[in-house]
């Protein structure tokens, strides 16, 4: 099983960008599919993008598509959420989620689908 820690939001205006960590202790997080999801206050947390365990395979919400690339390294236990042209109704709670998925290039998008999350780190666009 793996323990997941955010980091790398903050408060920043719009049109700027953020690079979101999710570093997993653990030796296996290369057994897992990665997911990133966000929460804005007064909103249920929806899915932001997922990632296979090898990389090969992402997937994003129409929100963000072709703004918030995902990439993983497995050697460093961490998977990135690179976030460009960041908008005011980016703003929110960002969490990253696991899924242990062996030998499969399988991602997932429902919340219900991941077992692990991490604690989340705040991310704040003004305008």
């Known amino acids: 099983q793996v323990q997941m820690v955010e980091s790398g939001g903050g408060l920043v205006q719009a049109g700027d960008s953020l690079r979101l960590s999710c570093a997993a202790s653990?030796?296996?997080?290369?057994?897992?599919?990665m997911g990133w999801f966000r929460q804005a206050p007064g909103k249920e947390r929806e899915f932001v993008g997922g990632?296979?365990?090898?990389?090969?395979?992402?997937y994003y919400s129409d929100s963000v598509k072709g703004r918030f690339p995902i990439s993983r390294d497995n050697a460093k236990s961490t998977v990135y959420l690179q976030m460009n042209s960041l908008k005011s109704e980016d703003t929110a709670r960002y969490y990253c989620?696991?899924?242990?998925?062996?030998?499969?290039?399988?991602?997932?998008?429902?919340?219900?689908?991941?077992?692990?999350w991490g604690q989340g780190t705040q991310v704040t666009v003004s305008s």
């Open positions: 990632i296979s365990w090898s990389g090969g395979s992402t």
């Open positions: 653990g030796r296996t997080f290369s057994h897992y599919a």
């Open positions: 989620a696991a899924e242990f998925t062996p030998n499969s290039e399988r991602y997932y998008v429902r919340e219900n689908d991941y077992d692990l």
